[in-house]
T-cell receptor, first 114, second 112 residues
Framework: DAKTTQPTSMDCAEGRAANLPCNHS???????VYWYRQIHSQGPQYIIHGLKNNETNEMASLIITEDRKSSTLILPHATLRDTAVYYCIVRDAFSMNRDDKIIFGKGTRLHILP | DSGVTQTPKHLITATGQRVTLRCSPRSGDLSVYWYQQSLDQGLQFLIQYYNGEERAKGNILERFSAQQFPDLHSELNLSSLELGDSALYFCASSPHRSNEQFFGPGTRLTVL
């Protein structure tokens, strides 16, 4: 089972910041938080990941709470093309001794409204 | 464009038939993963190969099998097809020593 809890759906106005929350209260010390998104019927797309520090890239920012039990993905200026299902995933750091499959939950369906 | 290619894009077949889905990973990526996405089950991990060898298995049916060839492309074989096998099948690849996976555009399988 997925180790994360996300709202089923969210709306955001175009041009505003979209803040997607994720709870991962059972996260362990060596597990990272990953975010992927899936635009309708396309393959999932990697967005960002982090361990404990806040991270930012050209797509988004990831804010992880100090206790690491929750995080927020921020899309700073949402556009209509950001309408998608967003998956928050908790995974171990890479190891040659373990498989590294992704366990997807149900994600958050984000609707960007014009 | 993730760099992962999958063929065919669409496949329509009948119950009881056998099909092969093909995946070409990104250049240099050693790991290939297969996922199934149906309306009621969401994205489910099926199987992973690393440099030609099976690395992990998920909820893959015995009617399904996969392999990774020396050139690192992979094939997913689905046999004795049932209506419930209708789904999107995604392939992903990842570089050595990386947790990031790059997904292909998927193959939409319809079993009639």
């Amino acid at each position: 089972d997925a180790k994360t809890t996300q709202p089923t759906s969210m709306d955001c106005a175009e041009g505003r910041a979209a803040n997607l929350p994720c709870n991962h209260s059972t996260i362990s010390g060596n597990e990272y938080v990953y975010w992927y998104r899936q635009i309708h019927s396309q393959g999932p797309q990697y967005i960002i990941h982090g361990l404990k520090n806040n991270e930012t890239n050209e797509m988004a920012s990831l804010i992880i709470t100090e206790d690491r039990k929750s995080s927020t993905l921020i899309l700073p200026h949402a556009t209509l093309r950001d309408t998608a299902v967003y998956y928050c995933i908790v995974r171990d750091a890479f190891s040659m001794n373990r498989d590294d499959k992704i366990i997807f939950g149900k994600g958050t369906r984000l609707h960007i409204l014009p | 464009d993730s760099g992962v290619t999958q063929t065919p894009k669409h496949l329509i077949t009948a119950t009881g038939q056998r099909v092969t889905l093909r995946c070409s990973p990104r250049s240099g990526d050693l790991s290939v993963y297969w996922y199934q996405q149906s309306l009621d089950q969401g994205l489910q991990f099926l199987i992973q190969y690393y440099n030609g060898e099976e690395r992990a298995k998920g909820n893959i049916l015995e009617r399904f099998s996969a392999q990774q060839f020396p050139d690192l492309h992979s094939e997913l074989n689905l046999s004795s097809l049932e209506l419930g096998d209708s789904a999107l099948y995604f392939c992903a690849s990842s570089p050595h020593r990386s947790n990031e996976q790059f997904f292909g555009p998927g193959t939409r399988l319809t079993v009639l």
